[in-house]
């Protein structure tokens, strides 16, 4: 019993001994640990032992926004600037063109805006660009040919067709279809301006054609405009567009025209009044020179 009881004192005590071990190899290899990030932590200081305190910069969308800007400014202020030279070239374009009338009130009792015609319109010619200073202004003229193929879209022809009734009657009726063909002699005069160093110009200016061909075709008859006298002999239109000076080869350009003066002989187009023309056109300009 002796010998058993013995037994287990010295297994008990043989135990104590090894969790002691454990704990102190335990908490000097803690001390250890603490102590060295004590140590990093120690605050940063100059040879004259001020303390030396680091602020970080924090890149909110306010501070990158601005670092943009002054990038950009940057970037503007190394552009070499952009020279207007004296050129000549060939033009051409693609536009839109329509003629728009208001209907007479005391004729149809209507207050509605319509479209007459409506077609696509092509340009070729030849242009020069005329320099005023060396940077900010030229004066861009030319001489063009303007054809333009537009169908009706409404009653808007001053044809009258005599149906005769069963009864034998008479029955007028207003005609609809039918094609406006139109081409043009023109002569654009614009003032173009942009800053130094930017290759885009806003150009502002007026239009002046000479109507070359003005028929209408419809169902079986054809009438001349210009023999018939109705059309106007010289338009006069506003011009608004821009152009981007690709290389000192190549322009692309993009303009809004506007009638200016009544285009056709009062009273021809029955119940409509206020007729204009609009266009808008965008092409290329090839500089020869």
Do not use: C, W
């Amino acid at each position: 019993m002796k010998h058993y009881i013995l037994g287990i004192l010295l297994t008990t005590a043989f135990a104590f001994a090894q969790d002691a071990s454990t704990d102190s190899a335990s908490s000097s290899t803690g001390s250890a640990t603490v102590a060295e990030p004590s140590e990093q932590a120690a605050p940063e200081r100059t040879p004259e032992g001020y303390r030396i305190i680091r602020i970080g910069v924090q890149e909110t969308k306010v501070f990158k926004d601005s670092v943009v800007k002054v990038q950009k400014e940057k970037e503007l202020e190394n552009r070499e600037p952009v020279p207007l030279k004296f050129s000549v070239g060939l033009m051409s374009s693609i536009g839109f063109s329509g003629v728009f009338g208001q209907r007479d009130l005391h004729y149809y009792a209507t207050d509605t805006t319509n479209g007459m015609f409506f077609g696509f319109q092509f340009t070729l010619g030849a242009t020069a660009l005329i320099p005023i200073n060396q940077y900010n202004f030229a004066i861009r003229t030319g001489v063009l040919i303007d054809y333009a193929d537009m169908p009706t879209q409404t009653d808007v022809l001053d044809r009258i067709m005599i149906d005769r009734t069963k009864n034998g009657g008479v029955e007028y009726k207003e005609e609809s279809d039918g094609n406006l063909t139109r081409a043009f002699l023109s002569f654009p005069v614009l003032l173009a301006m942009k800053t130094m160093k930017s290759p885009v110009m806003f150009d502002i200016g007026a239009r002046f054609s000479i109507p070359l061909i003005e028929e209408i075709e419809e169902r079986s008859t054809k009438d001349d405009l210009i023999d018939n006298g109705v059309r106007s002999p010289l338009d006069i239109a506003l011009l608004v567009g821009g152009e981007i000076i690709v290389s000192p080869k190549f322009l692309v350009f993009a303009f809004f025209d506007v009638q200016m003066n009544e285009p056709y002989k009062e009273g021809f187009f029955v119940g409509i009044k206020d007729i204009d023309n609009f266009g808008l056109r965008l092409g290329l300009i090839y500089n020869l020179l």
